[in-house]
């Protein structure tokens, strides 16, 4: 399915500067235990413009790995299309890793199924559904997969 230009509710939104400011002045403190457990910040080089960036994410285990979705119509997203380096804040620790976007659909339903299984929380980012099982909605999940992205990182 390709992405049309109209995207979804709740898809379009992005948090205001200072939350992600917070976000990151949090899991570079002592304090970091509040939020470490379920956010990183990503820091990499634009693979165009050789920028530095810091990008806080929500992220969940999956085996060594970690898996980071994200909103297309971000951009940061695109320095991973083929496998690139970068390094996260994992706990209180900064580790080398590499990261690998992928926009297939079905990869990508799949992958937010199971991170909303894993955190329920989420959903309401997306406005998907879960129901008494702790189960998101596949049909929403479908729906919204072609205007999100996931990440696999894989740890040095």
Do not use: C
Not at 34 to 45: H, N, R, W
Not at 98 to 103: G, K, N, Q, S, Y
Not at 112 to 138: H, N, T, W
């Amino acid at each position: 399915m390709t992405q049309t230009a109209t995207i979804p509710a709740k898809l379009d939104v992005t948090p205001p500067r200072f939350v992600n400011s917070t976000v990151k002045l949090l899991l570079r403190s002592p304090l970091h235990g509040v939020l470490s457990k379920s956010m990183t910040i990503l820091y990499f080089t634009g693979r165009r413009s050789g920028k530095a960036y810091q990008v806080p994410v929500q992220y969940m285990p999956d085996g060594d790995d970690i898996i980071v979705l994200s909103k297309r119509f971000r951009t940061w997203w695109k320095n991973f299309q083929d496998p690139a380096p970068l390094s996260l804040r994992l706990r209180g620790k900064t580790v080398p890793a590499t990261a690998h976007a992928t926009t297939d659909d079905d990869a990508v339903a799949a992958m937010l199924s199971r991170f909303m299984a894993y955190d329920p929380r989420g959903a309401k980012f997306y406005d998907v559904p879960i129901d008494e099982a702790g189960q998101p909605d596949m049909a929403r999940v479908r729906e919204i997969a072609p205007y999100i992205v996931s990440i696999r990182i894989t740890l040095d």
